[in-house]
């Protein structure tokens, strides 16, 4: 017969690494005002909204890379809003520190490598037709990422027409799934119309522009940050003069502080400044810059897999439908 209850000291050996200090934290990217508040856990469920066009997907691409390159972290993609090429041509800029359409004109050899290193990293669900979460979670079932990424949540297919319930109960199995899966699930949600006319009052030193959105302003409401186990809110005032390029990270939420990671107080979110569309800045710290540099021996011209050509065939076949972002 099944046993369904569990006592205290079946956690016992969870409960002494506490008491003795031994509980290890997530990982970090090196840079202390972004650790101090992110790090990534294997297993947990993590929910991220904002505003469109203020760089939500950018933000998130970055952030899978950085744990890539630092810690060797390997992740699966489903973007219906963003194709495939336009994704890869991101996380190059980000993976290079340089612009794939200016840096790498005429050097094949190091475009051919970069595109190899990213291949061996991430892997892409076509969006090429609509997927329920549970089709995301059969694919994304057949084989280990350390990272999913669904982006946007708002695209999924429904299945019954009790939306509300339908989303609960989504959110609860994705949330099984990165814990069964030691999966760091990540998914990403557009907000209602009335976010957008949220702006900053009169006399603030943001007058007139969209302030950043609150949990509950997702669409589909509170309920996604009841089921999350981290929340995080990016902004970006695309119409500043002078912020348009410093995107905003806002902690919400982080369930389990013990092994690290904290909320941003309101007003001081983790700020990220944008640079040529490559690289994001923290306090003038850039966590990737170590890990730009190669001696030229490395570079090999030649894909090693199957995957490697399959990948260089996503990032450069042409389709005049698909606008990349620069």
């Not at 200090?21 to 202390?32: R, Y």
């Not at 990403?188 to 006399?203: C, E, F, G, I, S």
């Not at 400044?273 to 030229?296: G, M, S």
Request: charged content about 25%.
């Amino acid at each position: 017969m099944e046993n369904y209850y569990s006592k205290p000291f079946h956690e016992i050996q969870g409960l002494d690494e506490i008491r003795l200090g031994k509980v290890d934290t997530g990982l970090g990217i090196g840079v202390e005002s972004f650790d101090n508040h992110i790090k990534w856990k294997q297993g947990q469920f993590n929910m991220v909204n904002g505003h469109d066009n203020v760089g939500k997907t950018d933000v998130l691409l970055w952030y899978f890379v950085c744990m890539s390159k630092i810690h060797g972290k390997k992740h699966l993609i489903y973007s219906s809003e963003n194709t495939v090429r336009s994704q890869v041509f991101k996380i190059f800029n980000f993976w290079t520190g340089k612009r794939l359409d200016k840096d790498y004109t005429i050097d094949d050899k190091g475009f051919q490598h970069t595109l190899n290193e990213i291949s061996d990293y991430f892997e892409f669900i076509p969006n090429n037709k609509r997927y329920t979460a549970y089709d995301i979670l059969d694919i994304a079932s057949k084989k280990h990422h350390d990272g999913l990424l669904v982006d946007p949540f708002n695209s999924l297919m429904t299945e019954t027409s009790n939306k509300h319930q339908e989303d609960y109960d989504i959110c609860a199995n994705l949330r099984i799934f990165g814990e069964q899966n030691n999966t760091n699930v990540f998914v990403n949600a557009h907000l209602v119309t009335q976010a957008a006319r949220n702006r900053y009052p009169k006399d603030h030193i943001y007058e007139g522009h969209l302030s950043a959105p609150e949990k509950a302003d997702t669409e589909g409401g509170q309920k996604f940050a009841n089921r999350a186990d981290d929340f995080w809110t990016i902004h970006r005032m695309t119409q500043h003069s002078e912020r348009w390029n410093i995107g905003e990270l806002h902690v919400r939420k982080v369930k389990e502080t013990i092994t690290g990671g904290c909320v941003t107080p309101r007003d001081k979110p983790i700020e990220l400044r944008w640079v040529n569309h490559c690289a994001y800045f923290i306090n003038n710290q850039n966590p990737l810059q170590k890990t730009y540099d190669k001696e030229p021996e490395q570079l090999d011209l030649i894909p090693k897999t199957e995957q490697h050509q399959k990948m260089n065939k996503m990032s450069t076949g042409y389709d005049e439908a698909d606008d990349l972002p620069f």
